[in-house]
């Protein structure tokens, strides 16, 4: 039996909003993270900081690919891992 369409726009309406209370405990946790890492008192071009953004997120791909294929007790030895880890010990993040 299928759903009348009424009752599918209520579920589409009740899980935008689900979706919209999960985006922002997110938005509020990664904004937390980010300005005790000193990110608010820099004066970065928001482009700048989404392309810095985009280039952490895949470094902490590759390490959790790493990872998973080489399984937890490996992953120091995982090229992508360890390149992750060194880059983020090296990192000024927050410095200035």
């Avoid at 209520?10 to 935008?16: G, T, V």
């Avoid at 008192?41 to 900081?49: Q, Y």
């Avoid at 392309?51 to 490996?74: C, K, P, S, T, Y």
Wanted: charged residues 30%.
């Amino acid at each position: 039996m299928t759903k009348p369409s009424a009752r599918i726009r209520e579920e589409i309406a009740r899980l935008q909003e689900q979706l919209k209370r999960a985006e922002s405990r997110e938005a509020e946790r990664i904004g937390r993270i980010a300005l005790k890492a000193g990110i608010g008192d820099l004066s970065i071009d928001e482009g700048d900081l989404q392309r810095a953004f985009l280039d952490l997120v895949r470094r902490f791909r590759r390490a959790r690919l790493a990872v998973n294929a080489w399984g937890r007790e490996a992953a120091a030895d995982a090229p992508a891992a360890s390149s992750f880890l060194t880059g983020a010990a090296q990192s000024n993040i927050g410095e200035g």
